[in-house]
């Protein structure tokens, strides 16, 4: 089975603080994303890598970096984190040869920042 | 550009009852169709799938047909169980490698 680990299921941060989130997948996936979910508003793209070292902007990427140094490994970074990306953030990987282009989620990080 | 439109929630139905999920998709070309499953607290699971038109996807008793005429995908169970009770997904994967989820339907099934 897929397997897409999240390092925390919750987090509590302070405004300004510098927040990494990290996720793991076990499938040599090439894509991987990071999503946010809030109430009403489903999920929202925030950044997208088709491959090591790359990076695509989603559809709400402000306030938001990555990085991917390996393929098995996708950060999410908040440069300096505010009340508003209080959030639950989930993360997937996907591969179109693989696993034909299904995405596969970890758990979630529910992130409050205070 | 790609979009997924589904029925807004909350549903709430009694143990037994039928179920559907209304789910209708913007696209060009020919996307794959997914709908997923999100238990309270946890993250996302593949329910199941279609990847062409007249397609029907199926897993544990949930069922969708792929339709091109009517631009739809929806999910239907003929019999629901409280164990059902998450948040349904709707989601599109196109040829690009890019992914449009609707907004999500909560469904509550009470005894």
């Known amino acids: 089975d897929v397997k897409v680990t999240q390092s925390s299921r919750y987090l509590v941060k302070r405004t300004g603080e510098k927040v990494f989130l990290e996720c793991v997948q076990d499938m040599d996936h090439e894509n991987m994303f990071w999503y946010r979910q809030d109430p009403g508003l489903g999920l929202r793209l925030i950044y997208f890598s088709y491959d090591v070292k790359m990076k695509e902007k989603g559809d709400i990427p402000e306030g938001y970096s990555v990085s991917r140094e390996k393929k098995e490994r996708f950060s999410l970074i908040l440069e300096s984190a505010s009340t508003n990306q209080t959030s639950m953030y989930l993360c997937a990987s996907s591969s179109v040869v693989l696993a034909k282009n299904i995405q596969y989620f970890g758990a979630g990080t529910r992130l409050s920042v205070l | 550009g790609d979009s997924v439109t589904q029925m807004e929630g909350p549903v709430t139905l009694s143990e037994e009852a039928f179920l559907t999920i209304n789910c209708t998709y913007t696209a060009t070309g020919y996307p794959s169709l997914f709908w997923y499953v999100q238990y309270p607290g946890e993250g996302l699971q593949l329910l199941l799938k279609?990847?062409?038109?007249?397609d029907k996807g199926s897993n544990k008793g949930f069922e969708a047909t792929y339709r091109k005429e009517t631009t739809s995908f929806h999910l239907e169970k003929g019999s629901v169980q409280v164990s059902d009770s998450a948040v349904y997904f709707c989601a599109l994967g196109n040829t690009g490698n890019q992914f449009y989820f609707g907004t999500g339907t909560s469904l509550t099934v009470i005894p």
């Open positions: 279609a990847t062409k038109a007249d």
